[in-house]
C-alpha cells in the first residue's frame, strides 16, 4: 500500500532521529526550560526577526489551537473563521470544548476574506441586542488552508486591519506553514507572518518532526502568564527537550524548508501529470495538497493498492479525492501513481 492520504505518515526525518539520539542520555530540566528549547526559540526570534516575541512548544496542532484561543478570548468571546477551517470541521469541536463558540464565515478557495469579517463585524454591534449573541474576539486562518491555497501578503495585511479596528486577535495556524513557504506562488516569510499577526506557530508534525509545534507570540500582552494556560491545558511536555532538540535539528541548517521544498516539488509533479491525463482539479492548489475528482470506478480500483482521503461528491459517477506529499515521499511512487492513474482513465 502506497499512502498519500495525509503527510504525517512517516516518523521523521533521519537527521532528527539522529539528533534525538544523540542527546538521549543527556540530563535536562523538564518541561520546556532546557538548553536545546532555549537555543530553539533563539533560532525561532531570529529568523522571523522578533528578538521579543515568546516561542513555546507543544505536541500538536489541535492542542496549540484551543490552548492559544482559549487563552486569548474572553469567555464570552467566539473566534471567526472560514467554514472549511481546521477547527470548525477537523478538530472535533475542541476549541468548542473550551466554551467559546467557532463562528465560521463562507470562505473563498479555503480563505476567510477581510471584507467577509468586517462585515459581519459591523452587523454584530449594529444589532441593538448584540450582547445577547457571541462577541468575535479573534480570527482563525492556516496557511496553507485545508483546501491547500495560500494567503498572500495583501490578503493578511487586509485582515490585520480589520483585526485592528474591531479589536481582534489575529492568529495563524502553521501546521504546513514550510510547505506553503515552499510554494512557488507565495509571497509571505516569517518576519512579516511575525509582524502582521498577534501570534502563530510552526508546523513540526507535518513536517519531518516526530512531533511538535512552535507557537509564536508577537504581541506583548499576550505573552504574561502563558505556560499556565499550557500546563492546564495539559500541553506541558514533561520531556520538554524533546520538542527543543526536534526544532534545534530542524531550523538550524536549512533542513526545516529543504523537507518542505521535496514536498512541493513532488506535489507539483504530480498536479502537472494529472492535467496532462486531462483530470480536473476541485481546487488549483500551489501547495503539497493536491484535490484531483476522478471516476468512482477509478478509485474503487485504485484504493486497492493506494490510500487517499476523500473529499466529497462531486457528481454522480465522481468525486473529489486528496493526494498529499511530504517530506518524505517517494518520486518512483509519484510516478507509479501517475501510471496506475492512466491505465484507469483509459480503461473508464
Not at 90 to 117: F, M, Q, Y
Not at 322 to 327: H, I, V
Amino acid at each position: 500500500m502506497i499512502r498519500f492520504n495525509s503527510d504525517y505518515l512517516e516518523g521523521a526525518h533521519p537527521e532528527i532521529m539522529a539528533r534525538l539520539m544523540e542527546t538521549n542520555l543527556e540530563q535536562t530540566p523538564g518541561y520546556g526550560e532546557d538548553a536545546h528549547c532555549e537555543r530553539a526559540r533563539a533560532i525561532i526570534r531570529g529568523l522571523c526577526r522578533a528578538p521579543d516575541a515568546d516561542v513555546h512548544f507543544l505536541v500538536g496542532g489541535t492542542q496549540t489551537n484551543f490552548t492559544f484561543l482559549s487563552a486569548v478570548l474572553k469567555p464570552w468571546q467566539g473566534v471567526i473563521c472560514a467554514d472549511t477551517g481546521h477547527i470548525a470541521v477537523h478538530e472535533t469541536g475542541a476549541v468548542e470544548a473550551t466554551g467559546h463558540k467557532v463562528i465560521a464565515l463562507p470562505g473563498s478557495d479555503g480563505r476567510v476574506d477581510a471584507a467577509d469579517v468586517d462585515a459581519y463585524c459591523a452587523l454584530h454591534y449594529a444589532d441593538e441586542s448584540h450582547e445577547h449573541m457571541v462577541m468575535p474576539g479573534a480570527v482563525y486562518v492556516s496557511n496553507p488552508t485545508e483546501v491547500g491555497t495560500l494567503y498572500s501578503r495583501d490578503q493578511l495585511s487586509d485582515l490585520r486591519e480589520v483585526c485592528d479596528r474591531w479589536g481582534l486577535t489575529l492568529y495563524l495556524d502553521g501546521a504546513r506553514l514550510g510547505y506553503g513557504l515552499a510554494s512557488p506562488e507565495n509571497d509571505l516569510d516569517l518576519p512579516f507572518i511575525a509582524e502582521v499577526t498577534d501570534a502563530f506557530y510552526i508546523g513540526g508534525t507535518k513536517q519531518g518532526l516526530l512531533f511538535g509545534e512552535a507557537l509564536v507570540i508577537t504581541r506583548e500582552d499576550l505573552q504574561p502568564d502563558f505556560r499556565y494556560m499550557i500546563k492546564q491545558k495539559g500541553g506541558m511536555l514533561a520531556k520538554g527537550r524533546l520538542l527543543g532538540v526536534q526544532f534545534e535539528a530542524a531550523l538550524e541548517d536549512g533542513l526545516y524548508m529543504d523537507m518542505a521544498r521535496h514536498a512541493i516539488q513532488l506535489a507539483m509533479r504530480l498536479k502537472s501529470g494529472l492535467q496532462a491525463l486531462g483530470v480536473d482539479l476541485m481546487i488549483d492548489s500551489p501547495t503539497n495538497q493536491q484535490f484531483p475528482i476522478l471516476p468512482d470506478d477509478a478509485l474503487d480500483r485504485l484504493k486497492r493498492a493506494y490510500s487517499y482521503a476523500t473529499i466529497q461528491k462531486i457528481d454522480a459517477d465522481r468525486t473529489a479525492v486528496r493526494f498529499c506529499t511530504s517530506w518524505a515521499t517517494r518520486e518512483e511512487d509519484v510516478e507509479c501513481l501517475l501510471a496506475d492513474l492512466r491505465d484507469l482513465i483509459q480503461e473508464d
